[in-house]
Every structure is written in structure tokens, then in C-alpha cells.
């Protein structure tokens, strides 16, 4: 089923990151956010590609590559946005000699982009790099670019990878290498393509700040009621708890009253987002609104009660489609390029929501609400709501309708079936931004304790 969702508001987080802004810890990330700078470095790069881009000759090449390699300790953001094959090179330079994880794996992530089986060799060597932020995206790479001869650096590496999030980047690799790639094609012709700007020879994804507009799709799916139970919790990202660039927000859940969920693993294009718990997929939705991709889980967990998580600000290679159910810690997503259409156009990151409920719901109805029930013998009274979830009954659509738990005067508790409602009313609470983060929960109180209190790892 597809489903147009309702429109997200393009409220931007300035506020906030003024507020916490103390400066990165490397002065070279976040440089899309500030634009007009961002436009000037990259109207500098340009020349410098195109000259690349056009050298016939190897001695001139070798230099114009060297420079460009040294220049992306500082310009990494800026040079992951061409889509130029000269800058294969480069960018296998950088991964193979940098000091910096964080400009040795956007290297990875811009080899995969540019879509060349040449840095496959490179990419192998990065299997064994010293961080798992690297080992993650050189995994990824591989997965898109080696094919079958990708799939016995990625079975070996496997054999010897300790980190449990390089290890489901890993396993997820060796499925798209096999030829697993759910968003590859569309039968709806509704494919992803980068729309891309800049003199020839010097190509690059255009820039875009907080975008508007209709998302390229939406696929939802609604019958699926059994699934594996939410027993084990982990993070969405690897290295979730750490700070990594200081001065950018973590705790921007409740921003403004409204922003309904925490932003976190800033300027980190390419890394993968990964299940929090056991659970069933409700949506795909493509690029085009402020969320970028978008992926949504459900969570059942083993008292009856529902989660709802939120993967926004996604890149275009999501891993599951809905209906699917999906394991603690698999990896179902990759983050999005900053300033891009891909990502909603906001700097690189991940909004991260866990929904207080069933991903469908009651209109209107949060738990704690008080709502008239009948208490039977003919009595009617108020009730506090005690949970959402669904009914065993099926609406006009074929879906099961939605429900919510009351408690008896006795203590016991009562499931009380909801009519039929139109879907798009079911999921109206589904917003990025929503006043007192109604129907929402605070990941970053919440997802530790679920984490390291219920025999998840903690990283």
C-alpha cells in the first residue's frame, strides 16, 4: 500500500545549534551548515577537479591527485559530493594514508558513490583498519561495488570481526553483494537519482538546505501482527554515547517544545542505522520531504505494550522493505549526504524517534488519556488509557483495527476495539515536530536503560 503521509513542517534546528554550539573538535566538520562559506570552497574545488577531470597525462595526473588527497583533510565534505570517476584515486589516497576515521570512512562512502570497481583492492585493505567506523563503511562499499568477488573479503572478515555493528554492516554487504538490493528498482519507476550541478568534469551533488516537498514514495504496510517480541535492545548507530564532535546536540528531544526526537551521530555520511530490537518494518519512505529516507520499525514488546522507532535523514540504500521482519542490531539503512535532497537537506545525521505505541493508532488517543468506556451493566464512565495496541478484528481494509487497554475497577485490564478510522488519521501523530512531543518518548533517557538493562551491548 502506498500512502501519502501527511506534510511534515520544515522547522530547523538553528536555534538549537546556536544555543549548543562550542565548535567541532576538527574546525573541517559541519562545514556544509555554514553555506555561504560552503559555497565558496566548493567553487574553488570545482576548478581543481575539472583540471583533474581533464589531465591526459600521467605525471600531471599523479600531482593534481597528491593535492587533491592532502587537500581532504580539510575539504572531505566538500570533496564527497563529485561525482567525478578521476576522483577514484583520491579518494582510495586518503582512505589508504589518512590519520583522520572520520575522513578515512567518508572516503569509503564517496568510493561507493562513485560506483567504480577499481577501489575495490583498497577497500578490501580497509576491512582491517584499526577503527569500526571505517571497517563499517568500507563494508558497505564493498557490498555495492565487488559483487561476487566482494563476497570472500567479506565472509573472511566476518570470520574475525569482533564489533557486533561491523558485523551486521558485514552480513548485510555480503546480502547486496549477492544482489540483494530491495530499493534498487521499483516496479512504479520511482527510482532515486541524484540530481547533480557544477561546470563539466566537475559534477556534484547539489546542495540543498532543509527540503519541502512530496517524498519520492511512500510504502507502508499494515496486516503483519506476528512477529518475534522485543526481548534485547541496542543502539541505532554505531558509537551512539559518544560525543564525537563536540558542540553539536544530543539532547535535542522536546527542542522548542516540539522536536520529536533526538538528533545524534552528526556529520557521520554512510554509517549504518540499525534495528534497536526484534520487529516488524511499517514504512519505506523515499527522498523528497524534510525527512529524507525514512525508515519505521514496530516494536512488540513481551508485556503487550508497542515501540515505535524512527530512523530519519536516511541515504538512498535502505535494506528492507516493509512487511519484513527484522532482528535486534540488523542493519537496515545508511545515513544520508549533508545538504542533499537525500536527507531531507539538513547537515548529516540521525533523527532517531521511539514512538509511545503501535506504529497505527487510535486517533487522537495517547496512553494516560482519560476516555469514556462502558463499564458494563449498562454504566459508562472514564477510564485512563493504559496502552495502545491492536485488535484481533479486521477494519473494511483487511487491517487489523487499532485498540487501546484500560484498566478495570478490579485491577484487571479490558482491550477496547476502536471503529474504523481512515489510516492517514491512525498515523496523523507521525510528525517530526509535534507540540509537547505528544505520543513520543525521550531516546535519550529511555534507550540507554532498555539498552544496558536488558542484556544489550553498550557502545
Known amino acids: 500500500m502506498k500512502l501519502a503521509m501527511p506534510v511534515f513542517p520544515a522547522v530547523l534546528l538553528l536555534a538549537v545549534l546556536a544555543t549548543a554550539w562550542a565548535g567541532p573538535v576538527d574546525p573541517s566538520i559541519g562545514l556544509c551548515t555554514r553555506k555561504d562559506e560552503f559555497a565558496k570552497r566548493l567553487a574553488a574545488l570545482d576548478a581543481k577537479v575539472a583540471e583533474l577531470s581533464a589531465a591526459k597525462e600521467t605525471t600531471k595526473r599523479k600531482k593534481l591527485v597528491a593535492a587533491l588527497a592532502k587537500s581532504a583533510e580539510s575539504e572531505i565534505e566538500g570533496l564527497m559530493r563529485y561525482r567525478e570517476a578521476a576522483l577514484v584515486p583520491v579518494f582510495a589516497e586518503v582512505l589508504a594514508k589518512s590519520k583522520k576515521w572520520f575522513t578515512r570512512s567518508r572516503s569509503a562512502c564517496a568510493l561507493k558513490m562513485l560506483g567504480d570497481a577499481s577501489a575495490v583492492p583498497v577497500l578490501m585493505e580497509a576491512l582491517d ?27 573472511a572478515r566476518r570470520g574475525k570481526e569482533k564489533d557486533p555493528f561491523v558485523l551486521a554492516a558485514l552480513e548485510a554487504a555480503s546480502r547486496v553483494a549477492g544482489g540483494e538490493k530491495p530499493y534498487g528498482s521499483r516496479a512504479d ?20 538546505w532543509a527540503h519541502k516537498g512530496q517524498s519520492l514514495f ?21 558509537k551512539y ?39 516488524v518494518v511499517r514504512m519505506v519512505q523515499g527522498a523528497g520531504g524534510d525527512w529524507g529516507f525514512l525508515v519505521v520499525l514496530e516494536h512488540r514488546r513481551p508485556d503487550g505494550s508497542y515501540l515505535t522507532s524512527v530512523y530519519g535523514h536516511a541515504a538512498f ?13 540488523q542493519k537496515i539503512a545508511t ?8 536527507n531531507g537537506g539538513y547537515g548529516s545525521h540521525l533523527h532517531f524517534g521511539l514512538g509511545a505505541g503501535p506504529f497505527r493508532r487510535p486517533a487522537g488517543l495517547a496512553a494516560g488519556d482519560l476516555v469514556d468506556v462502558d463499564l458494563g451493566e449498562g454504566r459508562k464512565g472514564r477510564a485512563a ?36 478510522q481512515p489510516v492517514k488519521d491512525e498515523i496523523a501523530w507521525f510528525q517530526a515536530y509535534v507540540k509537547d512531543c505528544r505520543g513520543w518518548l525521550d531516546p535519550q533517557k529511555l534507550l540507554p536503560e532498555m539498552v544496558e538493562g536488558m542484556g544489550g551491548r553498550a557502545r
Open 241 to 279: 554515547r559518544e560525543d564525537l564532535f563536540a558542540g553539536y546536540p544530543r539532547n535535542s528531544f522536546g527542542a522548542g517544545g516540539t522536536h520529536a526526537g533526538e538528533d545524534c551521530a552528526w556529520f557521520r555520511e554512510g554509517c549504518g542505522y540499525y534495528a534497536i530490537a526484534d520487529g
Open 385 to 420: 488509557v493504559v496502552r495502545l495496541v491492536y485488535s484481533l478484528e479486521q477494519n473494511s481494509h483487511g487491517f487489523p483495527r487499532t485498540a487501546f487497554v484500560v484498566e478495570n475497577g478490579d485491577g484487571s485490564e479490558r482491550t477496547v476495539t476502536v471503529p474504523d
Open 317 to 329: 540504500d535502505v535494506l528492507v522493505k516493509p512487511g519484513e521482519t527484522v532482528r535486534c542490531g
Open 189 to 208: 519507476g520511482k527510482v532515486w537519482a541524484e540530481t547533480v550541478e557544477g561546470p563539466e568534469g566537475a559534477r556534484r551533488v547539489a546542495y540543498a
Open 129 to 155: 583498519d584499526a577503527d569500526p567506523l571505517v571497517r563499517e563503511q568500507a563494508a558497505s562499499a564493498l557490498g555495492h561495488l565487488g559483487g561476487a568477488e566482494a563476497k570472500p573479503a567479506l565472509e
Open 218 to 238: 511512500n510504502d507502508y504496510d499494515a496486516r503483519v501482527l506476528e512477529y518475534p517480541a522485543a526481548e534485547r535492545f541496542v543502539y541505532p548507530v554505531l
Open 335 to 342: 545515513q544520508g549526504l549533508s545538504a542533499s535532497i537525500e
